[in-house]
Antibody, heavy 116, light 108 residues
Framework: QVQLVQSGAEMKKPGASVKVSCKAS????????ISWVRQAPGQGLEWMGW????????NYVQKFQGRVTMTTDTSTNTAYMELRGLRSDDTAVYYCARGARPIDFWGQGTLVTVSS | EMVLTQSPATLSVSPGERVTLSCRAS??????LAWYQHKPGQAPRLLIY???TRATGIPARFSGSGSGTEFTLTISSLQSEDCAIYYCHQYNNWPSLTFGPGTKVELK
């Protein structure tokens, strides 16, 4: 069965970077893109962007351009999302998810807390 | 920018009742709309995509309808385990995908 297993919770100071991992199993990793979606406390879901493990192509939401980098390692079927220049309003649960049109399976989420 | 609006924000219903959730898009998304169920502490779950296709393993009490700018998710007979937040999601406007703000369904 499809599984996306994410790395554990992170606590970061403002200005730092965080890198969240997402290990995929149960399907052909290069056959589907990986989306990253976040949910701030008390807020809704926000799509951040997408990466194709097949060719590394990415699409980032404009508000994250310049701060986010999505990568994949096809040797380990793992996707990564790095967010730099963290601010307090980046505190959120970050989800990786398979696909984009539509997203069909989600990871369990990784809580990233940004606090001084 | 594509905006999705969901109504109502919160719905209080009794078990066995029929539930109708609405999602409106600021511009046409054709049939490129999905619905997700999200419970606290869990990953969101895909319910409906392509406007009316149930995802694998989704009970038949969940159905979707609509196209263009107006969409509806219906739960024919609410079960207690259906209490959750429901999000609509448009994937027509690539690469600017958006989610609605959600509708919380709770037991009366």
């Amino acid at each position: 069965q499809v599984q996306l297993v994410q790395s554990g919770a992170e606590m970061k100071k403002p200005g730092a970077s965080v890198k969240v991992s997402c290990k995929a199993s149960g399907y052909t990793f290069i056959g589907d893109g990986i989306s990253w979606v976040r949910q701030a406390p008390g807020q809704g879901l926000e799509w951040m962007g997408w990466i194709s493990p097949y060719n590394g192509n990415t699409n980032y939401v404009q508000k994250f351009q310049g701060r986010v980098t999505m990568t994949t390692d096809t040797s380990t079927n793992t996707a990564y999302m790095e967010l730099r220049g963290l601010r307090s309003d980046d505190t959120a649960v970050y989800y990786c998810a398979r696909g984009a049109r539509p997203i069909d399976f989600w990871g369990q989420g990784t809580l990233v807390t940004v606090s001084s | 920018e594509m905006v999705l609006t969901q109504s109502p924000a919160t719905l209080s219903v009794s078990p066995g009742e029929r539930v109708t959730l609405s999602c409106r898009a600021s511009q046409s998304v054709s049939t490129n709309l999905a619905w997700y169920q999200h419970k606290p502490g869990q990953a969101p779950r895909l319910l409906i995509y392509g406007e009316s296709t149930r995802a694998t393993g989704i009970p038949a009490r969940f159905s979707g309808s609509g196209s263009g700018t107006e969409f509806t998710l219906t739960i024919s007979s609410l079960q207690s385990e259906d209490c959750a937040i429901y999000y609509c999601h448009q994937y027509n406007n690539w690469p600017s995908l958006t989610f609605g703000p959600g509708t919380k369904v709770e037991l009366k």
